[in-house]
């Protein structure tokens, strides 16, 4: 199941990157990148807390939207933040094989 996200979500980074110098009257994720990283975290949040939303409403149909949403507003603040997919995967592949408990403890910073 996860492969099949792969490509698409491929796809969908270099889209987003294509449109950081585009014209924000046109592309919405130019007009986001123009409002800055708040903003973009801000509708983030907005989409994480309508996607829980509608988990605990148990409505897998709108769960897959907000899904799509959230996804989407994660990907413009990685890279309004300068981090890549690539780093992501890096941190996942990092604490493969660890327990949640454990790679938690493993944090500096908690």
């Known amino acids: 199941m996860a492969a099949e996200l792969g490509p698409t979500l491929d796809r969908l980074w270099r889209v987003i990157l294509s449109r950081r110098g585009a014209d924000p009257e046109t592309s ?8 800055g990283r708040a903003k973009i ?5 907005e989409e ?9 409403a148990d409505n897998p149909s709108a769960l897959v939207g907000e ?19 690539a780093d992501v995967a890096a941190e996942l592949a990092r604490c493969d094989g660890m327990s949640g408990i454990e790679e938690k403890r493993s944090r500096v910073n908690l």
């Open 48 to 56: 994480a807390v309508e996607a829980v939303i509608e988990g605990v």
């Open 41 to 45: 975290a801000q509708k983030l949040g």
């Open 28 to 35: 919405y994720t130019a007009r986001l990148f123009t409002r």
């Open 67 to 85: 899904s799509a949403d959230l996804l989407y507003h994660l990907l413009v603040l990685w890279a309004a933040a300068g981090i890549s997919p």
